[in-house]
């Protein structure tokens, strides 16, 4: 706020006499003039009474006198009481308030008018500007934080329930939404993507090598090889002839079986084998064929349902936030960044993916003239409302200046602004006053007498 330094008060509005300085002003020195010129013209007056031209000169300087003093008293009034003159006399610090309160109107409804500031807005090309702005790097890196700064602070957060709720329902409905023949369709070619078939009846057939070369194996094929025998042949004549001749030794057939079995489970764990590739494409008709079959696809609609019923979803999801926030907390006060400490390829595949999507907003916001007008006609809307609002706080802003200003200091604030004509006002009741006292000698001594 600006101060002033305590000066002797002059005939005006509390400066000193004249300017700053301390000289006299060119109305003080008129009216001084014009006081000077009524004391020579009293004394010529006195002395030569019959001289006509004493009597002119007497008019003339005591009107110029009597118009410097009216002036001076009628702008002396304006700011404070001239002569200690009570009535109708320092005008601005008696009604500092109405002032003040006009002055807020003034700046509110003429040089922040809703016209001028949405003349002035129009004037500015907005899309250019944020096109310019948005295309420094800077720019990209720091709305790139704050969205990973957001993405943190989500996971930081107490209360969750409402994020855990949504997860929970999003998983259990993309768990319902799928169609089993289609789930089931994904589910193989997934598994023939990954290479998962080939390796499970590689490991499968491994197991199943490794089972059949034991002697328990064995005594079950001969048991088996045994009982057929018994069903096909009985009891009888034929039976105990072939036991006694030895034409079939079951022993031999049950090593004979289980070595051929060991050979074709070791050729299907062999990876690239005929074998193994021969198994893989009737195990995959065969899921397909089961993928087609109403029962099958019945029961794995029935394996969703009770999945999204039973499974702990949303315990474990709150879970899950639970554990993120206990490690974001702990890494965020060793000022280290969680995601790309504990999360290094998604963190940079999450930056990677925030780039590009930038750069693509970028691209439609310089392609796109649609876009464009949305954008302008959304920023329009966004600085007017700033503005009007802006147009409130400036009120505010200059009565809680004006307010705080000292009568003295208020004073001198208009002062200074029209000092140069206040004084002209001044030298012009001098002036004025002298031509109309002329006038009045002319009229009286040339037309009434």
Not at 174 to 188: G, I, R
Request: charged share 25%; aromatic share 8%; hydrophobic share 45%.
């Amino acid at each position: 706020m600006r101060r002033y330094a305590a000066v002797p008060p002059c005939n005006a509005c509390g400066k000193d006499v004249g300017t700053v300085s301390g000289r006299y002003n060119k109305a003080d020195a008129v009216l001084f003039f014009s006081f000077i010129a009524f004391l020579i013209s009293l004394y010529a007056h006195l002395n030569f009474p019959a001289a006509l031209w004493a009597d002119a000169l007497l008019m003339v300087s005591e009107a110029a006198l009597v118009g410097g003093i009216a002036d001076w008293f009628a702008v002396t009034a304006l700011f404070r009481k001239p002569l200690g003159f009570p009535y109708h006399t320092a005008l601005l610090p008696r009604r500092r308030d109405s002032f003040i309160h006009a002055i807020i109107i003034m700046v509110q409804k003429e040089f922040f008018s809703r016209r001028k500031l949405f003349r002035h807005i129009e004037k500015i090309h907005l899309v250019p500007m944020l096109q310019e702005y948005l295309r420094r790097e800077e720019t990209e890196e720091q709305l790139i934080g704050t969205i990973l700064h957001f993405i943190r602070a989500s996971f930081l957060r107490k209360n969750n329930k409402k994020a855990i709720a949504f997860l929970s329902m999003r998983i259990k409905n993309l768990m319902m939404q799928e169609e089993p023949a289609f789930f089931l369709s994904k589910v193989e070619e997934f598994i023939q993507n990954n290479g998962w078939d080939q390796k499970a009846l590689s490991q499968f057939a491994s197991v199943l090598a490794k089972e059949i070369e034991k002697e328990e194996t064995r005594q079950s094929i001969y048991m088996a090889l045994e009982r057929v025998e018994q069903e096909k042949l009985g009891d009888g004549f034929l039976s105990r002839l072939l036991q006694l001749t030895n034409m079939v030794n079951l022993d031999e057939g049950a090593e004979l079986i289980q070595q051929h079995i060991h050979t074709a489970l070791t050729e299907i764990s062999r990876d690239g084998s005929d074998l193994q590739s021969n198994v893989l494409v009737l195990l995959r008709s065969c899921f397909s064929e089961m993928c087609r079959d109403d029962e099958i696809l019945l029961l794995v609609r029935e394996l969703q349902k009770r999945l999204s019923d039973e499974l702990p979803i949303e315990e474990t999801v709150a879970q899950l936030f639970h554990n993120m926030q206990r490690h974001l907390q702990k890494d965020l006060a060793g000022k280290v960044d969680p995601i790309e400490e504990h999360m290094p390829e998604v963190y940079h595949h999450l930056r990677m993916i925030l780039h590009l999507e930038y750069k693509h907003m970028l691209l439609l916001i310089e392609k796109k003239y649609e876009l464009q007008k949305i954008i302008t006609k959304v920023l329009y809307d966004l600085l007017a409302r700033s503005a009007l609002h802006a147009q409130t706080l400036v009120g505010v802003v200059v009565g809680n200046v004006l307010s705080r200003l000292t009568d003295e200091e208020l004073n001198r604030l208009i002062y200074d602004k029209v000092e140069q004509d206040f004084l002209w006002i001044r030298i012009n009741g001098s002036v004025i006053g002298a031509g109309l006292g002329l006038v009045l000698f002319i009229f009286i001594h040339l037309v009434i007498q």
